[in-house]
């Protein structure tokens, strides 16, 4: 099987004229994904058969991959899904292993993990840094606009008692303090590691939560049970509890712009001017819509939400 090299920068501004013109398409033509086969093949041939889109152990994860699927699927590319298979340790290596052949990921989290000594802060910086970190085999597609951050969440209550504003502040009251959130915390370079070495930040006890900054998590901060908790920066329940989102002055978390990372020669360029479509249009305030659909009252499947975002862009009929 051929491999198919990593995205150079002319890769990613040909993808982009190739996104334009199809984006243009739609009007008279329906679907630009409909078009992706044909059009795409003229520019090579990398990657053959079906793909295995999968996901990490959130909710929010879980509808960008169903958004991958269902892109692919219109571009006439069979696609499967395995969704919930874990955290980024599990899910980097089944994609090494082929068990996987997409999975969405965030660029600053995928960078810190790949690279725990890198230097990059900023969107472009991490961009430019993450191609050059990949193990080989695997690659980077283009990254979205659209970032979701993990983030130091505290209730109104906790905010005003200790006067908290930044994890600067929190580190002044940490050691009284109970934090919560996902068992991998204890040991990717941006948890308590992280914390303590940017912001002297020791928590009192560290509780483990594997829900990925969800309900149990927001559950145990509003019962007191923690004090501060690790959630996603467009979760819908920082607003609906009026939680507090501490700022990061020291850049403990880079930044996450959502990016798929892929089994390099299983993806054909039909595949990837399917799901660069995806990252030209998939914006922030689109994570917090689909999360609010998904993991607010309504508790629509993923595949549902996913499904009605591809249609209101104009990827599916």
Request: charged share 20%; proline share 6%; with cysteine.
């Amino acid at each position: 099987m051929t491999h198919l090299s990593r995205p150079t920068r002319r890769t990613v501004l040909g993808a982009a004229a190739g996104l334009s013109v199809l984006l243009a398409a739609t009007a008279c033509s329906g679907s630009p994904l409909a078009t992706n086969s044909s059009t795409a093949s003229a520019g090579g041939t990398a990657g053959t058969g079906s793909l295995v889109v999968g996901s990490a152990n959130f909710p929010e994860s879980a509808t960008i991959a169903e958004i991958y699927a269902g892109a692919l699927n219109a571009a006439g590319i069979k696609t499967t899904t395995k969704l919930n298979i874990g955290s980024r340790e599990v899910y980097v290596k089944a994609v090494e292993d082929g068990s996987i052949d997409v999975v969405p990921d965030y660029t600053g989290n995928l960078l810190g993990f790949l690279d725990p000594k890198t230097t990059a802060t900023t969107p472009e910086q991490v961009v430019a840094a993450l191609p050059k970190a990949m193990p080989a085999g695997l690659s980077v597609l283009s990254a979205a606009k659209a970032e979701d951050k993990d983030a130091m969440v505290v209730t109104a209550a906790t905010a005003a008692k200790y006067k908290l504003k930044s994890i600067e502040d929190l580190a002044k009251v940490c050691n009284q303090l109970t934090l919560g959130a996902p068992p991998e915390f204890q040991t990717r370079p941006y948890g308590l590691a992280g914390l303590k070495a940017k912001y002297n930040c020791v928590p009192a006890k560290f509780t483990p939560i594997s829900d990925g900054g969800g309900p149990l998590t927001v559950k145990a901060l509003l019962n007191n049970d923690i004090q501060v908790a690790d959630i996603f920066t467009t979760s819908p329940a920082i607003p609906e509890n009026k939680l507090v989102v501490l700022t990061d002055p020291k850049n403990n978390w880079l930044a996450q712009q959502v990016v798929p990372l892929v089994k390099t020669d299983k993806i054909s360029d039909a595949a990837n001017m399917a799901l660069g479509m995806v990252s030209g249009l998939l914006t922030t305030e689109d994570l917090i819509a689909l999360n609010t659909e998904v993991s607010g009252p309504k508790k629509m499947d993923p595949k549902d939400a996913a499904a009605a975002w591809l249609k209101e862009k104009g990827l599916t009929k």
